[in-house]
């Protein structure tokens, strides 16, 4: 039996329904500064797109391809991060196993 992973990044769909639910100036926060000039474009085009998924429509739609994946990449880095932080939180619930394998928890087993 294979062990699960801990966690799954988002999937294109996941990604295309994040940033549908943005408004334009979220949109533009979630992008690098160099290249929000693009947002407005990639905004309309997620509000206009029967697509499902953010990286088949940006297969599709080159024009919007830097935007669309310095969002992608803003949102599966904080992803990452909050689920880093969510597995490391339960495996460092007292007597957990990272409590275990760290030199020094951040907390006690009670």
Same mark, same amino acid.
């Given at each position: 039996? @294979? ?7 988002? @999937? ?13 100036? @979220? ?84």
């Amino acid at each position: 039996m @294979s062990a699960q992973p801990l966690w799954l990044p988002p @999937s294109g769909e996941g990604l295309f329904q994040g940033a549908r639910a943005l408004s334009l100036p @979220s949109l533009a926060d979630a992008i690098r500064p160099a290249v929000r000039s693009l947002t407005p474009p990639l905004h309309s085009a997620v509000w206009g797109s029967l697509d499902q998924s953010l990286d088949a429509m940006l297969e599709l739609r080159t024009d919007l391809q830097t935007a669309g994946k310095a969002y992608m990449a803003r949102a599966l880095l904080r992803a990452e991060a909050a689920a880093r932080a969510s597995v490391e939180d339960r495996l460092l619930k007292p007597c957990g196993l990272l409590f275990l394998f760290v030199e020094k928890p951040y907390r006690k087993c009670n």
